[in-house]
């Protein structure tokens, strides 16, 4: 029976609940609502209001209580409606969640879930992708899933790790996608990406909804002849770069895509690490294909322009392969 | 001599007021009734949406008390106060639509809009965020000596957003001539009030900014229009800020995508009986400021003005893309 | 028979907590003294240093009423609560010197120091962050059916914060067990409570939240735990959450390098009247639950106590370089 | 006679209030005390309580004002009374000032200017250098001056610009670093690196503090017969890759050098940069000098372990010399 991107980080929170009783669900509309996208429908009268716990508008208050509540020796998993609003409870993450630990030893297990993501004219503000203002901050873990398997394998990681995770769900793909997953319970590492296509030709390094893009670009491409490896890297941060530069040093040409706006973007930081460590083997420029550097437009001939899309990949490609 | 001149002054100038709420609240239900439930199901609204219908009494009997040079922050629930500033109906529903035309030009979706022109700034989505910038143009205001106000609209969920409190407390220090009005329509998305506050009223949160904080009945456009009177007078003469929390209900559901299954129907049968515009209505002919002919024609202008304003929207073509990354900065 | 023994048992039990109240206000007073005075001077502490000289009945008064399962939350100038607590002071002024003994091993600064064992969290400097994240551990508290409460302390500058509105709402709408103490010093670095808030106290803050606010003088330590103890009840009954705000008033700059000339020469005479420590010991005097010699000696043994804990601070290494990067993540 | 960096701020400010009627400052402690750091020390009695207006603990407060009043037609001049407590205005800046203009048309002409960076012992959240918050958000610009001359150029441009401008004062500079300005007038355009010392056999680009870092580096360098060429970027975002680029043709070697923590900070943007457009001329691995992933710890020997140092960009120069 074939399960969604988003049933599959359900039923993740669900086992997770099932399994351990300090784990409980704090967000605005999660509970008798079940949620903006109903991620969590069901939950409250499953699980009572005591483990679902409705809030006010008040993300600062969520993740504040979050981390007051994990310090106490529950496992908190916080939603934040859309990724957008995360904004609110900026210093909450950055500073009180991010650094408890080094500064006084202090583990902070939280984790907070984010719809991000475009591709549903949800404009400027339900369509961002914040990746980044988390990937440069240390003491934080930061998550992306692109399938439905590594999604509730790596929520329930998450929801044990001990440390504040931030898992950004694609919105785009919670009903987009679907695959079959194991019957019995199985977790997927934090801290690993995955060779998700082989290829000899050039590597394709990206992560979340771009997955899919990536792999249907390298369909594409397999036509003309070109191999193109994708390496879906699930979790940014800390950045698995022992997979991205082991991909790069087969390949030696690379070929970095998120949906992400490009400066400051994560395929930065990828590109310091592959010029950094395997220099030598480049045979080509480390090209980049994002998003441009502007808000996320609404309008959908616009918002299509703006996104990454397997033209702009297969194009880009071609060239690097030609180089 | 016509009926209407038989109405001394004060009637009169009652009687003209009543016109104009009830052309205003009505052309606000159209819009809305057409985005929500026409445009919106034909897939021509590919985004949220998001309307004030049972709440129309706010926007416009605060907005219509406004001068054009005081500075208006509507909420996703306000569309009158739009109309009311003059923003064309077709460029409304162009917005909605992603079109060109749109106030944003297809850069933003359904109330994120705003024209400094016309004195009115566009929310973003996070909730209360525009509670300190109101603060700020009031400042701006009386920095430079104009005689005018800012007036900012905010859900009673909203109350609870941190940017929310520090913009009340900041222009009540500041004593800043702003006037905040509340809609109440008693539930933030999914979540009632007593999941939203532990104080029964927002106006009970007045005392924290000591500022004078008033209930009044949100379905009432002239008892909302009365009250912004009121609240402005004291703005203008230089006291500080006015709260006017204005009680009503969401008669739909958060968005178009919510059936408001959590909402306990008694609840919308109850409102809907205290529907703004109904009540209107009735007052008008009980008190003879309008006969039922010159409504149902004020009815009727409104529907024509509103199949004008699609019909402008439908034609409105959709932003070029090669105009996708203009405009981000100033100097570009 | 001692005097001691002379006094009713209600009495013995008063004069034994004021004994107690004494000797941690002027453990707090005298650690602050030296840090900010001969150790700072000395260039021992590189780091920013925030005392609560005249406040130290705060801390004091209301930490000696938690249990200690009770979780606590105190901010800069609430150093009592920590000695209270049991954290040595030898490892406080270690934390002060950056030391490898200091509480956070040199990691952080001052008084953003806890430890979870003693159920006392670390501050980050943002104020009010402590706010929402002392509602959240009341939550947990509640949720695992201990009968413990969190206690939090904040400036009246802190309620400004937006952070701080988010925490209180949050707490009083889902009835948590957490006392609010507000540190009403009547300054915030420079600015003065005019400028800070329009309402004249931080108690009127309370009914916004439908929380009891009682204010209080806080400067009276047995007022204090008075209080503390009243609060303490009616959050154990699980009424929800409750706030004290204690009058005092602070009695040096911001911190060790502000000589606070903004602030009018007479506040400080006035209050200097008022000392918590002075008042306490002449009240132990004059209620017979102290000789003046047992008052001398309760100050002698804070000196020689302070004069250890220095002596230890000094004698701690600095943390390692090689240590640098550890612990940033549990699983490193 | 000598100005200092902090000297050149204020004057800087003051000018442009004499020049602007509508330039006023708005922040915590700015008025009467003249500011955390004395940067407006005299503002208050000289332009009143009109222009400097202090404010609540409310950082988010402060930049919406601003916002509101830019739009009103002021410019405001907001001060974060250090740049860690910025996260607490996040959603304003970045959400509510960056996207405005792209948004609607409306222009958000306003300036937040941030003491950031260490050296002070000042701890966690007296230290941080948050740039890179900023920096991959469209619509916002980034300046961090690392001279007086700079400074005092720099803040006239940015109150006279038309966009919200985060302006990162490094407080370990302030009263550091000093220079003869020049007498009249003048403005330093946002936008534009410049390269503070010629050399032939590598390239140091850097920001901030670490300029003079990077200078001392050089000189040292000098000693041992390699020539190092600085940039100084002075304008984090919009970023001048132009100038970045011309000077690794040039010398095919680049070390990028920042206080900030490595993941996610600008010399990752950099080398993607520069591995895009001038791969070719690349003769070595992009090398990096950066604090460490960890929050900036206060006591002392940490500290100075964490901070990047001339030692360490020697020792680097040297490797990428030799290469
Ligand atoms: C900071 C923030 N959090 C969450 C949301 C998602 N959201 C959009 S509208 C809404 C409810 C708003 O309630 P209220 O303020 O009462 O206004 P109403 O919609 O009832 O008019 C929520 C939670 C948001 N827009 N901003
Ligand atoms: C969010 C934030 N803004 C600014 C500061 C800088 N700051 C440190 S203490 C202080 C004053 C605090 O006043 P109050 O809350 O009354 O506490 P007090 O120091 O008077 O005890 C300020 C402004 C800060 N730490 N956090
Ligand atoms: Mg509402
Ligand atoms: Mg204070």
């Not at chain 1, 490009?262 to 030598?280: C, D, H, K, P, Q």
């Amino acid at each position: 029976m074939s399960t969604t991107y988003l049933e599959a980080i359900r039923q993740g929170l669900w086992e997770e609940m099932e399994r351990d009783p300090n784990v409980f669900l704090i967000g605005e509309d999660i509970g008798v609502y079940g949620g903006a996208f109903k991620v969590t429908d069901g939950f409250y009268e499953h699980f009572g209001e005591k483990r679902v716990v409705d809030t006010p508008i008040s993300e600062a208050a969520i993740v504040g209580a979050a981390i007051g509540a994990s310090y106490m020796g529950l496992r908190p998993v916080a939603e934040m409606q859309f990724a957008d609003f995360i904004t609110c409870a900026f210093d909450q993450i950055v500073n009180f969640a991010a650094k408890s630990r080094y500064r006084w030893g202090a583990a902070v297990p939280i984790v907070v879930r984010a719809p991000s993501g475009g591709g549903i004219h949800g404009g400027p503000f339900h369509s961002q992708n914040p990746e980044m203002w988390f990937v440069r901050t240390p003491g934080l873990k930061v998550v992306a899933p692109a399938t439905a398997y590594d999604a509730k394998g790596l929520i329930k990681s998450a929801i044990r790790d001990n440390d504040p995770v931030l898992f950004f769900e694609h919105k785009g793909l919670y009903r987009r996608i679907k695959e079959d997953l194991p019957a019995g319970e199985y977790t997927v590492p934090i801290g690993k990406a995955k060779v998700v296509r082989k290829g000899g030709h050039l590597s394709i390094v990206t992560y979340g909804a771009m997955v899919w893009t990536a792999l249907e670009a390298a369909d594409q491409l397999a036509g003309e002849g070109i191999s193109a490896e994708v390496v879906d890297l699930r979790t940014l941060l800390p950045l698995d770069r022992e997979t991205v530069c082991a991909s790069v040093k087969k390949t030696s040409k690379v070929l970095i895509l998120h949906e992400d706006t490009r400066t400051g973007g994560m395929a930065g930081e990828l590109a310091a690490s592959i010029s950094e460590s395997v220099f030598e083997y480049l045979d080509a420029p480390i090209v980049r294909v994002t998003a441009p550097d502007t808000p996320v437009p609404y309008s959908p001939p616009l918002e299509d322009a703006f996104l990454p899309n397997t033209a702009k990949v297969v194009e880009k490609a071609r060239w690097l392969y030609r180089y | 001599m016509s009926a209407t001149q038989a109405v001394p002054t004060g009637r009169r100038e009652e009687a003209a007021l009543a016109h104009k709420c009830l052309y205003y609240m009505s052309l606000m239900r159209e819009m809305e009734d057409r985005i929500e439930r026409k445009l919106y199901r034909q897939g021509k609204i590919v985004g949220g949406v998001y309307v004030g219908r049972g709440q129309e009494a706010i926007s416009t009997g605060a907005a219509l008390q406004a001068d054009p040079g005081d500075v208006l922050f509507p909420t996703h629930r306000d569309m009158a106060a739009y109309l009311i500033r003059g923003v064309p109906a077709g460029r409304i529903l162009a917005q909605y639509m992603g079109r060109a035309d749109g106030v944003t030009h297809g850069r933003d979706a359904n109330m994120h809009m705003g024209d400094l022109q016309l004195n009115v700034v566009a929310i973003i989505s996070a909730l209360a965020a525009t509670v300190p910038v109101a603060a700020g143009a009031a400042l701006a205001l009386k920095y430079l000596g104009r005689k005018n106000v800012a007036m900012c609209w905010f859900g009673e969920g909203s109350t609870s957003v941190g940017h929310w409190h520090e913009g009340m407390n900041f222009a009540s220090v500041q004593k800043l001539p702003v006037v905040w009005i509340c809609n109440n329509n008693q539930y933030a998305y999914s979540t009632p009030m007593s999941l939203q506050m532990a104080c029964a009223n927002v106006a009970d949160r007045g005392p924290a900014y000591n500022t004078p904080a008033e209930i009044i009945d949100g379905n009432d456009v002239l008892a909302v229009h009365q009250a912004t009177g009121r609240a402005l007078e004291y703005v203008r003469a230089g006291k500080g800020p006015y709260l006017l929390e204005c009680k009503t209900f969401r008669m739909t559901g958060h968005s178009a995508h919510d059936a408001a299954h959590y909402v306990p129907p008694e609840l919308f049968e109850e409102w809907g009986k205290l529907d703004p515009i109904a009540r209107l209505e009735a007052r008008m002919t009980a008190e003879g400021w309008a006969e039922r002919n010159e409504i149902d024609a004020i009815q009727a202008a409104v529907r024509k003005e509103v199949d004008e304003a699609v019909a402008f929207a439908e034609a409105s073509p959709y932003p070029d893309p090669a105009t996708l990354t203009d405009g981000v900065y100033g100097d570009q």
